[in-house]
């Protein structure tokens, strides 16, 4: 058991709206990670947060967006939904910006329709 | 800019048969090397990871992989695979020099084990 846990499992949202995916770290991490995980490829890096504060990002549009907060839980958010936003949006928990292992939760599966 | 080739997009093999997946990087920098399992509707799990110091690095599951540095590679290998086996797989490279940055994943490989 990895410890890193997210919510909702799943979700349907309708093209246009707005998205909010959470995710609580493992204890004792301090940075977090957002991949997007189409389907049949592999995960792509969207940003990272360290202390609170966006460490590093991927090549996602500034309508994907997010926070850490103090007890180093995450928030995903994505506005003006797309078609091709439908993905598993994975987060992952480490210790350290760039710590040499991260684990990973289930997984949060979007469907926008 | 570091980026990963996974040389296979589907291996099919018999239980009990061995089995070795392929993955190519480039990078311009050192990096740490990982691969991760992943099963049907769950996230990653992590099967073995080379930092440092021995090329040949022993994972869960009865899983190997052997860094090659001169031919930028890191196969992962297994004698004998079950049908629990069957999964995707993920090959990633990380820069443990460079703040900020992420897993750089492959596309995977999916192992299908048949008895």
């Known amino acids: 058991e990895t410890g890193v846990t997210q919510s909702p499992t799943h979700l349907i949202k309708t093209r246009g709206q707005q998205v909010t995916l959470r995710c609580s770290s493992q204890?004792?991490?301090?940075?977090v990670s957002w991949y997007q995980q189409a389907l049949g490829q592999g995960p792509q890096f969207i940003f990272q947060?360290?202390?609170?504060?966006?460490?590093g990002r991927g090549n996602f549009p500034p309508r994907f967006s997010g926070l850490q907060f103090p007890n180093y839980s995450s928030e995903l958010n994505v506005n003006a939904l797309e078609l091709d936003d439908s993905a598993l949006y994975l987060c992952?928990?480490?210790?350290?910006?760039?710590?040499?292992?991260?684990?990973f939760g289930q997984g949060t599966r979007l469907t926008v329709v | 800019a570091q980026s990963v080739t996974q040389l296979d997009s589907q291996v099919p093999v018999f239980e009990e048969a061995p089995v070795e997946l392929r993955c190519n990087y480039s990078?311009?920098?050192?990096?740490?090397l990982f691969w991760y399992v992943q099963y049907p509707n769950q996230g990653l799990q992590l099967l073995l990871k080379?930092?440092?110091?021995?090329?040949l690095v022993k994972g869960i599951n009865g899983f190997e992989a052997e860094f090659n540095k001169s031919q930028t590679s890191f196969h992962l290998r297994k004698p004998s695979v079950h049908i629990s086996d069957t999964a995707e797989y993920f090959c990633?490279?990380?820069?443990?020099?460079?703040?900020?940055?992420?897993?750089?994943f492959g596309k995977g490989t999916t192992l299908s084990v048949s008895s």
């Open positions: 992952a928990s480490s210790f350290l910006s760039g710590g040499a292992e991260a684990f």
């Open positions: 204890s004792g991490h301090n940075t």
């Open positions: 947060y360290y202390r609170e504060e966006e460490n």
């Open positions: 990078s311009s920098v050192s990096v740490y």
């Open positions: 080379y930092l440092s110091g021995s090329t």
């Open positions: 990633a490279v990380f820069s443990p020099n460079q703040a900020g940055t992420a897993l750089i």
